[in-house]
């Protein structure tokens, strides 16, 4: 049976590398025939809004990034509904790819899973 | 098989009380004869081994820790190369590559791809722990 990753992410999009290495970690993860549940949290929601001017801050589009992942057999990407509702983000704003799981559900999914890495 | 333990530290070497705790665990571990398969630093962690750091002498001195727990330990201290390269934590071979006079990696450390973690948390053995 394939080992379960789950990788959490709380860090706002452009504030850090976080999203980067996050990603990173996931397709490498995922290289390894693992499934990579990708999780965003808090601020970590706000790498899905699309729309978002990344040139104009130097950095690249993380909507983009994730979009091109269900190439490299990411297709979990989850948004936890209680930070989507805190957060006070539209869900039209988001990538539409994503699923929205409620805090026990995912508390359940990283239950099932073999890792769980923070970023 | 018996379950291995794969330590991952991610946390900059100034949040010291993270790498002396991963240090105190796998100490402790060692003591209760659980394997370890490999100890992987990432993010702002890689930079613990930049050999130019001078923290001030009355603080811990995090990479002759962790150069002493590897030696006694036999245990490979292994550093992610892009989250190394983009911190300036740089080996001999990219020192080469890109005409540098030297290089600042401290001889404890290793830089490898990501790949080595992955692979190890491929075990269906293995565990992961994360100090961050």
């Not at chain 1, 104009?56 to 057999?73: A, P, Q, S, T």
């Not at chain 2, 394997?35 to 130019?52: C, P």
Request: charged share 20%; net charge negative; glycine share 2%.
């Amino acid at each position: 049976m394939s080992i379960k990753t789950n990788i959490i992410i709380s860090q706002s999009s452009f504030s850090s590398c976080e999203f980067k290495e996050a990603i990173d970690l996931g397709l490498v993860c995922a290289a390894f025939d693992q499934v990579v549940n990708l999780i965003f949290i808090d601020s970590g929601i706000t790498n899905l809004i699309t729309g978002q001017s990344a040139k104009k801050v130097n950095d690249k589009n993380h909507v983009d990034i994730l979009k091109g992942l269900e190439f490299y057999d990411i297709d979990n990407i989850i948004i936890e509904q209680e930070s989507l509702a805190s957060t006070l983000v539209e869900h039209s704003r988001l990538l539409e790819a994503v699923q929205i799981k409620s805090r026990a559900e995912i508390n359940q999914l990283n239950q099932n899973a073999d890792h769980l890495v923070n970023f | 098989m018996s379950q291995e333990l794969v330590i991952l530290v991610s946390a900059s070497p100034v949040k010291a009380q993270v790498h002396l705790t991963a240090i105190r665990f796998i100490e402790q571990l060692i003591k209760q004869q659980v394997a370890i398969r490999s100890v992987f630093f990432y993010q702002d962690a890689v930079t613990v081994a930049n050999r130019f750091i001078c923290p001030p002498s009355d603080e811990p001195q995090l990479a002759e820790k962790w150069q002493s727990i590897s030696l006694e330990k036999q245990l490979e201290l292994q550093t992610c190369v892009a989250a190394s390269y983009r911190r300036g934590i740089i080996d001999n071979h990219q020192a080469e590559e890109l005409s540098f006079k030297a290089n600042n990696l401290h001889p404890s450390f290793k830089i490898t791809g990501l790949g080595q973690l992955a692979a190890a948390m491929s075990d269906s053995d293995t565990k992961l722990i994360h100090f961050k």
